[in-house]
Every structure is written in C-alpha cells, then in structure tokens.
C-alpha cells in the first residue's frame, strides 16, 4: 500500500529561524512528488519533483527530492509569520491510470512573532 | 488563474439527509476530485472523474456517490449522510495533458457537519 510520512507533526519557530520539513514515501510506481502550503483554506501548489537531487526554488522555500532514499525535505529559510500553514507532501502513483496522489498528513508550522 | 469553487464553506446536516456538495471549476480540466480531510488522517480520496459522466471510486467510496453532467461540474452526493461523515470536504481539478506541472488546483473546502 503506497504511503507517505511527514515529520515533524508540528513545530513552533521563531521569525528570522530557517525550518526543514520531511517527507518520505513508499509507492509503487512513483512518477512525482508535490508539496502544497494549506492556510485555511485551499491547499495551493508549491513544487512538483520528479528528478533526484534537483533543487526546486522559489523565494525562500526550496525542495528537494532523493528517489534512491525516498524522501524529500522542503526548506524555508528566514521564516515569516506569513509562512504559518500546514505543509502538505503528496506523492504520484503512476500505476493507475490517473493522477492519483498520496497525501501525507501534514507538518502544521507556526512561526512566532 | 484557476480557480476552483465549492458551493457552501460551512454546512450543518441531520443525519439520514441527503447532502449535495457542488464544485466548479473554470479552466477547462478533464480531472475533477472528491476528497475528505480528517485530523491524522490526510486527504484521502473519495471519488474522481476523468470526463463527462465518467467516474472511478477512490480509496473510501463507501456512502458516497458522484456526478458529472458537466464538465466544469463536479458533484459528490451522501444519500444518507451520518455522524461519521463530518469533515472536511475538499474538491481538485487538473489538466489531463502531461506538462512540467500538472498540478491539483484545490477548492476553498466545505466544512460540514452532520448532527
């Protein structure tokens, strides 16, 4: 059964303080891995990862995939009270024939003033 | 930009009532998805569909059914919604072309709660 872990569960930071969220997966047929910030409300997009060891950027977030160990961290750096979200890491089963995705739990940051 | 939208934000029901949850989207996708989200447990999907009137059973489809007349419209239907059945109720869509991202778009969710 194709699985995805995150940790931690939760973690409180302070502004300014750099954070790493983790992501691991079993899957059968893995073909990529997204991660996507939910406020309140809609989960939005932030990387797809297909290749090992190609760091996606945006801004201060970042995200990197490793297929051989079958993981993924996601980095922010110089926190902001905006950045308090949960952090959702889900993960492409292409086995079936639709886009089916994995979702892990969650990582719930919140950064401190 | 995409946008997704979910009819209600927040939705209380009896238990035994049949309950409609709508999604719309207006980008055109073949994809549209029906997930519920619950402490510890994710997202989990409930339903999908890959085109009009087509529909495929997710990972927990017991209690709910679908419906896609439309192709912007989604509908997950709860013939006789029950106590276990509160949650959150979050809807997706994405393109059936393969580009660089091929994202899920998400919906704002609906919260309901069955009494």
């Known amino acids: 059964e194709d699985k995805v872990v995150q940790s931690p569960l939760s973690l409180v930071v302070h502004e300014g303080d750099t954070v790493t969220l983790n992501c691991s997966y079993e899957v059968t047929n893995f073909r990529s891995l997204l991660w996507y910030k939910q406020e309140k409300k809609a989960p939005t997009f932030l990387f797809m990862l297909t290749s090992s060891g190609i760091e996606k950027k945006s801004g201060r977030l970042s995200s990197i995939l490793d297929k051989k160990e079958l993981f993924s961290i996601l980095n922010i750096t110089a926190t902001q009270t905006g950045d308090s979200a949960v952090y959702l890491c889900a993960v492409e089963d292409g086995n079936t024939g639709f886009q089916k995705l994995v979702f892990g739990t969650g990582t719930r940051l919140l950064v401190s003033p | ?115």
Not at chain 2, 12 to 33: A, I
Not at chain 2, 75 to 89: D, F, V
Request: aromatic content about 12%; hydrophobic content about 30%.
């Open chain 2, 1 to 115: 930009d995409v946008k997704v939208t979910q009819s209600s934000r927040y939705l209380v029901k009896r238990t035994g009532e049949k309950v409609f949850l709508e999604c719309v989207q207006d980008m055109d996708h073949e994809n549209m998805f029906w997930y519920r989200q619950d402490p510890g447990l994710g997202l989990r999907l409930i339903y999908f569909s890959y085109d009009v009137k087509m529909k495929e059973k997710g990972d927990i489809p017991e209690g709910y059914s679908v419906s896609r007349e439309k192709k912007e419209r989604f509908s997950l239907i709860l013939e006789s919604a029950s106590t276990n059945q509160t949650s959150m109720y979050l809807c997706a869509s994405s393109s059936l072309v393969r580009g660089p991202y091929n994202e899920q778009f998400f919906g704002p969710g609906t919260r309901l709660t069955v009494l």
